[in-house]
Nanobody, 121 residues
Framework: QVQLVESGGGLVQAGGSLRLSCAAS????????MGWYRQAPGKERELVAG???????NYADSVKDRFTISRDNAKNTVYLQMNSLKPEDTAVYYC???????????????WGQGTQVTVSS
């Protein structure tokens, strides 16, 4: 079984920074894409940033030049450095990792439990 554990959320003033982490553990053979999503109250979940196994990144337009996604393959961990935070960044942030549990199986998407990020004005 695979488990994703997130950490790093909290309350911060506008203009501040937070760093989110998401570590995968369990039966892991390979990890492909890792990403961060967020869901604000009354809104649909949206992609914030993604990073491929080769390190190629993509970002939502709303967070470009403010957020940075990175990964540590040795630790099965993905990070999201969030700078210049705005009140509209307030949401529950979820990590997602596409994980292959063993050589004979394909990749499956696993989600973290979510961590609250609140930005006060």
């Amino acid at each position: 079984q695979v488990q994703l554990v997130e950490s790093g959320g909290g309350l911060v003033q506008a203009g501040g920074s937070l760093r989110l982490s998401c570590a995968a553990s369990g039966s892991i053979f390979s990890i492909n894409v890792m990403g961060w999503y967020r869901q604000a109250p009354g809104k649909e979940r949206e992609l914030v940033a993604g990073i491929s196994s080769g390190g190629i990144t993509n970002y939502a337009d709303s967070v470009k030049d403010r957020f940075t996604i990175s990964r540590d393959n040795a630790k099965n961990t993905v990070y999201l450095q969030m700078n210049s935070l705005k009140p509209e960044d307030t949401a529950v942030y979820y990590c997602k990792q596409d994980i292959q549990g063993s050589r004979q199986y394909g990749f499956r998407a696993y989600w973290g439990q979510g961590t609250q990020v609140t930005v006060s004005s």
